[in-house]
T-cell receptor, first 112, second 108 residues
Framework: EAAVTQSPRSKVAVTGGKVTLSCHQTNNHDYMYWYRQDTGHGLRLIHYSYVADSTEKGDIPDGYKASRPSQENFSLILELASLSQTAVYFC???????????FGPGTRLTVL | GQQVQQSPASLVLQEGENAELQCNFSSTATQLQWFYQSPGGSLVSLLSNPSGTKHTGRLTSTTVTKERRSSLHISSSQTTDSGTYLCAPYQGGRALIFGTGTTVSVSP
């Protein structure tokens, strides 16, 4: 079965600090995604990638960077964390843009 | 951009009752997925249904592409069905656009 793991599972960060969220998939999928979930907003796409060493902006990329060093790994980087970035972050992977997406367990980020 | 509306926002059922969840979206979608999010937060894809009717277990999805709507029918609900159901149509080759979901609570 598809496996997407995320680390850390939860994190408390200080305003202005740097945060890196990591995602690893063993599905051999080309596509990987980062979403954030806020109460009342559902999930929103931050960045995605369809090949190593390349990333694409999603719908809410401001304040976030992404890195895809290999097919298996996809990171989300908050260079200067802000209070408004407190949310649950999900990583997902899929074989192609139209295929079923498999989600990781999520990372709960709290910025104080 | 794509707007997704799900209704009802919440639903309370007695075990064994059926439920109908609705999803309406503003732009043509070439693919649509339904997801289940558990009370603990984990997300699972239930089925993909860009058009027509699809069944999986006690779930039936019907998507009418021209009318930009999809429904998810849950038959003979069980307490383990409690959670949030999310509809996510694709928008023109971009990734999924999620609705805010329908929260279902099934009591024994």
């Amino acid at each position: 079965e598809a496996a997407v793991t995320q680390s850390p599972r939860s994190k408390v960060a200080v305003t202005g600090g740097k945060v890196t969220l990591s995602c690893h998939q063993t599905n051999n999928h080309d596509y990987m995604y980062w979403y954030r979930q806020d109460t009342g907003h559902g999930l929103r796409l931050i960045h995605y990638s369809y090949v190593a060493d390349s990333t694409e902006k999603g719908d809410i990329p401001d304040g976030y960077k992404a890195s895809r060093p290999s097919q298996e790994n996809f990171s989300l980087i908050l260079e200067l964390a802000s209070l408004s970035q407190t949310a649950v972050y999900f990583c997902a992977s899929s074989e192609d843009i139209y295929a079923e997406q498999f989600f990781g367990p999520g990372t709960r980020l709290t910025v104080l | 951009g794509q707007q997704v509306q799900q209704s009802p926002a919440s639903l309370v059922l007695q075990e064994g009752e059926n439920a109908e969840l609705q999803c309406n979206f503003s732009s043509t979608a070439t693919q649509l997925q339904w997801f289940y999010q558990s009370p603990g937060g984990s997300l699972v894809s239930l089925l993909s249904n860009p058009s027509g009717t699809k069944h999986t277990g006690r779930l039936t999805s019907t998507t009418v592409t021209k009318e930009r709507r999809s429904s998810l029918h849950i038959s003979s609900s069980q307490t383990t069905d409690s959670g949030t159901y999310l509809c996510a149509p694709y928008q023109g080759g971009r990734a999924l656009i999620f609705g805010t979901g329908t929260t279902v609570s099934v009591s024994p």
